[in-house]
């Protein structure tokens, strides 16, 4: 009979040790910094538990307060819309001989139903 120690090691996904080994097997833990992702044994019946670094971003989004945030004026706006308009052809519609043929017509029909009233 031939006995081994067996040992527990904590390696990056590199296989770089990231913390102490362990005599005998244990299970995995928390390390700062590091997710743990998964658990091999070696082939001399060694456990390995393999973690991934733990990547923080660098500049975290802050949180804007409301007034903090610039909010265009409604003048801006407008101006910046009607500068853009359109060159004037003169083909612009007008209804102005449409109503006058309408009131035409309407005084037309005044005048007959008065002449009819008069006979």
Same mark, same amino acid.
């Given at each position: =009979?031939?006995?081994?120690? #067996? #040992?527990? *090691?904590?390696? $990056?996904?590199?296989?770089?040790?990231? @913390?102490? *080994?362990?005599?005998? &097997?244990?299970?995995?833990?928390?390390?700062?910094?590091? /997710?743990?992702?998964?658990?091999?044994?070696?082939?001399?019946?060694?456990?390995? =538990?393999?973690?991934?670094? $733990? /990547?923080?971003?660098? @500049?975290?989004?802050?949180?804007?307060? *409301?007034?903090?945030?610039?909010?265009?004026?409604?003048?801006? /706006?407008?101006?910046?819309?009607?500068?853009?308009?359109?060159?004037?052809?003169?083909?612009?519609? &007008? $209804? &102005?001989?449409?109503?006058?043929?309408?009131?035409?017509?309407?005084?037309?029909?005044?005048?007959?139903?008065?002449?009819?009233?008069?006979?």
């Amino acid at each position: =009979h031939v006995y081994r120690q #067996v #040992v527990t *090691s904590y390696v $990056n996904e590199e296989g770089k040790e990231i @913390n102490p *080994s362990d005599k005998g &097997t244990k299970d995995k833990k928390d390390i700062p910094e590091y /997710i743990y992702k998964e658990t091999k044994k070696d082939e001399k019946g060694n456990t390995v =538990h393999v973690y991934r670094q $733990n /990547i923080k971003p660098t @500049n975290p989004i802050k949180p804007v307060k *409301s007034t903090e945030l610039k909010i265009p004026q409604v003048e801006e /706006i407008v101006q910046k819309v009607s500068t853009k308009r359109l060159a004037n052809t003169g083909t612009t519609e &007008t $209804n &102005t001989g449409l109503a006058g043929l309408g009131l035409a017509l309407f005084g037309g029909l005044l005048a007959a139903t008065k002449r009819r009233k008069d006979k």
